[in-house]
Protein backbone atom coordinates (compact mmCIF):
# COMPACT_ATOMS: atom_id res chain seq x y z
CA UNK A 1 0.00 0.00 0.00
CA UNK A 2 1.25 3.35 -0.60
CA UNK A 3 1.65 5.86 1.70
CA UNK A 4 -1.33 8.25 2.38
CA UNK A 5 -1.72 11.50 0.63
CA UNK A 6 -3.63 13.11 3.37
CA UNK A 7 -1.58 16.19 5.64
CA UNK A 8 -3.33 14.23 9.01
CA UNK A 9 -2.59 11.27 9.87
CA UNK A 10 -5.50 9.02 8.53
CA UNK A 11 -6.09 7.72 12.49
CA UNK A 12 -6.77 11.28 13.39
CA UNK A 13 -9.19 12.26 10.20
CA UNK A 14 -10.92 9.27 10.97
CA UNK A 15 -11.42 10.37 14.56
CA UNK A 16 -12.33 14.12 13.28
CA UNK A 17 -15.05 12.47 10.70
CA UNK A 18 -16.74 10.54 14.29
CA UNK A 19 -17.50 13.97 15.22
CA UNK A 20 -18.85 14.66 12.33
CA UNK A 21 -15.84 16.87 10.57
CA UNK A 22 -16.74 17.75 7.42
CA UNK A 23 -13.74 18.62 6.31
CA UNK A 24 -11.96 15.88 7.89
CA UNK A 25 -13.86 14.15 5.67
CA UNK A 26 -13.03 15.73 2.46
CA UNK A 27 -9.55 14.91 3.10
CA UNK A 28 -9.96 11.53 4.08
CA UNK A 29 -12.12 10.62 0.39
CA UNK A 30 -9.54 12.82 -1.29
CA UNK A 31 -6.47 10.85 0.06
CA UNK A 32 -8.19 7.01 -0.45
CA UNK A 33 -10.70 7.19 -2.71
CA UNK A 34 -8.47 6.04 -5.21
CA UNK A 35 -7.44 3.19 -3.19
CA UNK A 36 -10.78 2.18 -2.81
CA UNK A 37 -11.87 2.67 -6.40
CA UNK A 38 -8.74 0.61 -7.63
CA UNK A 39 -9.68 -2.33 -5.73
CA UNK A 40 -13.42 -1.91 -6.01
CA UNK A 41 -12.89 -1.78 -9.59
CA UNK A 42 -10.75 -4.81 -9.98
CA UNK A 43 -13.26 -6.98 -7.94
CA UNK A 44 -16.26 -5.75 -10.38
CA UNK A 45 -15.04 -4.72 -13.62
CA UNK A 46 -17.32 -2.09 -14.29
CA UNK A 47 -16.65 1.41 -13.67
CA UNK A 48 -20.60 2.20 -12.95
CA UNK A 49 -20.66 -0.09 -10.74
CA UNK A 50 -17.59 0.32 -9.24
CA UNK A 51 -18.50 3.97 -8.67
CA UNK A 52 -21.86 3.20 -7.10
CA UNK A 53 -19.76 1.37 -4.23
CA UNK A 54 -17.25 3.60 -3.64
CA UNK A 55 -20.15 6.03 -2.94
CA UNK A 56 -21.16 3.65 -0.66
CA UNK A 57 -17.96 2.34 1.37
CA UNK A 58 -17.41 6.33 1.50
CA UNK A 59 -21.17 7.11 3.26
CA UNK A 60 -20.65 3.39 5.44
CA UNK A 61 -16.66 5.41 6.58
CA UNK A 62 -18.85 8.84 7.12
CA UNK A 63 -21.56 7.06 9.25
CA UNK A 64 -19.15 4.57 11.05
CA UNK A 65 -15.99 6.45 11.68
CA UNK A 66 -16.07 5.47 15.31
CA UNK A 67 -16.00 2.06 14.96
CA UNK A 68 -12.33 2.05 13.95
CA UNK A 69 -10.09 0.20 16.39
CA UNK A 70 -6.79 1.49 15.59
CA UNK A 71 -5.71 -1.66 17.73
CA UNK A 72 -6.73 -3.49 15.18
CA UNK A 73 -5.06 -2.22 11.96
CA UNK A 74 -4.86 0.92 10.21
CA UNK A 75 -7.10 2.96 8.38
CA UNK A 76 -5.85 2.14 5.01
CA UNK A 77 -6.97 -1.70 5.64
CA UNK A 78 -9.72 -0.58 7.35
CA UNK A 79 -11.21 0.58 4.44
CA UNK A 80 -9.61 -1.81 2.06
CA UNK A 81 -11.75 -4.22 3.95
CA UNK A 82 -14.95 -2.13 3.57
CA UNK A 83 -14.39 -1.47 -0.17
CA UNK A 84 -13.33 -5.08 -0.37
CA UNK A 85 -16.52 -5.92 1.46
CA UNK A 86 -18.84 -3.80 -0.65
CA UNK A 87 -17.21 -5.00 -3.76
CA UNK A 88 -17.46 -8.71 -3.24
CA UNK A 89 -21.39 -8.34 -2.40
CA UNK A 90 -22.39 -5.71 -5.03
CA UNK A 91 -21.10 -8.56 -7.40
CA UNK A 92 -22.86 -11.25 -5.87
CA UNK A 93 -25.66 -9.27 -6.50
CA UNK A 94 -25.00 -8.56 -9.75
CA UNK A 95 -24.71 -12.07 -10.75
CA UNK A 96 -27.64 -13.25 -8.68
CA UNK A 97 -29.53 -10.80 -10.78
CA UNK A 98 -28.29 -12.03 -14.13
CA UNK A 99 -28.97 -15.54 -13.12
CA UNK A 100 -32.81 -14.62 -12.37
CA UNK A 101 -32.89 -12.27 -15.20
CA UNK A 102 -35.12 -12.80 -18.23
CA UNK A 103 -34.05 -10.97 -21.16
CA UNK A 104 -36.46 -8.67 -23.16
CA UNK A 105 -37.09 -8.97 -26.54
CA UNK A 106 -35.49 -6.02 -27.98
CA UNK A 107 -32.13 -8.01 -26.27
CA UNK A 108 -32.25 -10.79 -28.22
CA UNK A 109 -31.92 -9.06 -31.38
CA UNK A 110 -28.85 -6.99 -30.56
CA UNK A 111 -27.06 -6.39 -33.65
CA UNK A 112 -23.64 -8.36 -33.59
CA UNK A 113 -25.53 -11.81 -31.35
CA UNK A 114 -24.98 -14.79 -32.48
CA UNK A 115 -28.60 -16.24 -33.50
CA UNK A 116 -27.50 -20.02 -32.05
CA UNK A 117 -26.29 -18.51 -28.85
CA UNK A 118 -30.02 -18.11 -28.03
CA UNK A 119 -31.40 -21.09 -29.36
CA UNK A 120 -33.40 -22.76 -27.30
CA UNK A 121 -32.06 -26.16 -27.88
CA UNK A 122 -29.07 -25.19 -27.64
CA UNK A 123 -29.15 -23.84 -24.73
CA UNK A 124 -30.58 -27.07 -23.68
CA UNK A 125 -28.10 -29.22 -24.71
CA UNK A 126 -25.10 -27.28 -23.44
CA UNK A 127 -27.30 -27.50 -20.04
CA UNK A 128 -27.65 -31.41 -20.88
CA UNK A 129 -23.95 -31.95 -21.41
CA UNK A 130 -23.02 -29.80 -18.25
CA UNK A 131 -25.41 -31.34 -15.61
CA UNK A 132 -24.45 -34.99 -16.75
CA UNK A 133 -20.68 -34.06 -16.21
CA UNK A 134 -21.86 -32.82 -13.11
CA UNK A 135 -23.32 -35.73 -12.20
CA UNK A 136 -20.62 -37.69 -13.30
CA UNK A 137 -18.44 -36.15 -9.90
CA UNK A 138 -18.05 -37.79 -7.03
CA UNK A 139 -20.60 -35.63 -4.48
CA UNK A 140 -18.22 -33.58 -2.62
CA UNK A 141 -16.61 -32.17 -5.62
CA UNK A 142 -20.01 -31.93 -7.16
CA UNK A 143 -21.41 -30.14 -4.01
CA UNK A 144 -18.15 -27.69 -3.82
CA UNK A 145 -18.81 -26.28 -7.78
CA UNK A 146 -22.40 -26.12 -7.66
CA UNK A 147 -21.57 -24.14 -4.68
CA UNK A 148 -18.96 -21.87 -5.94
CA UNK A 149 -20.65 -21.13 -9.58
CA UNK A 150 -24.38 -21.54 -9.25
CA UNK A 151 -24.06 -19.96 -5.40
CA UNK A 152 -21.67 -17.55 -5.76
CA UNK A 153 -19.69 -18.56 -2.67
CA UNK A 154 -16.14 -18.23 -1.84
CA UNK A 155 -14.25 -20.67 -1.01
CA UNK A 156 -13.70 -19.56 2.42
CA UNK A 157 -17.56 -18.97 2.81
CA UNK A 158 -18.27 -23.09 1.32
CA UNK A 159 -16.20 -24.61 3.85
CA UNK A 160 -18.11 -22.85 6.81
CA UNK A 161 -20.96 -23.60 5.05
CA UNK A 162 -20.20 -27.34 4.72
CA UNK A 163 -18.02 -27.52 7.85
CA UNK A 164 -14.54 -28.54 6.22
CA UNK A 165 -11.16 -27.31 6.18
CA UNK A 166 -10.45 -24.71 3.53
CA UNK A 167 -7.70 -27.09 2.35
CA UNK A 168 -10.03 -29.64 1.91
CA UNK A 169 -12.53 -27.86 -0.30
CA UNK A 170 -9.75 -26.20 -2.77
CA UNK A 171 -8.62 -29.73 -3.31
CA UNK A 172 -12.14 -30.95 -3.99
CA UNK A 173 -12.98 -27.51 -6.73
CA UNK A 174 -9.08 -28.13 -8.20
CA UNK A 175 -10.04 -31.62 -8.51
CA UNK A 176 -13.80 -31.34 -9.61
CA UNK A 177 -12.62 -28.71 -11.98
CA UNK A 178 -9.89 -30.97 -13.50
CA UNK A 179 -12.09 -33.99 -13.56
CA UNK A 180 -15.10 -31.65 -15.51
CA UNK A 181 -12.52 -30.37 -17.94
CA UNK A 182 -12.15 -33.86 -19.22
CA UNK A 183 -15.41 -35.28 -19.01
CA UNK A 184 -16.53 -32.29 -21.33
CA UNK A 185 -13.47 -32.78 -23.75
CA UNK A 186 -14.55 -36.07 -24.54
CA UNK A 187 -18.19 -34.84 -25.33
CA UNK A 188 -18.40 -32.32 -27.41
CA UNK A 189 -21.05 -29.81 -26.98
CA UNK A 190 -23.13 -28.60 -29.59
CA UNK A 191 -21.71 -27.20 -32.55
CA UNK A 192 -22.38 -23.04 -32.59
Do not use: N
Amino acid sequence: MSEPRASVPAADLLARIARGDHEAFREFYDAYASLAFGLIRRILRDREAAEEVLQEVFWQIWCDAAAFDPRRGGPEAWLVMRAKTRAIDKLRSIRRREQTFVASVDEGAAPGADPRADDPAVAAADRTLVEGALARLPDPQRRVIELAFFGGLTQSEIAARLREPIGTVKTRARLGLERLRGILADREPTAR
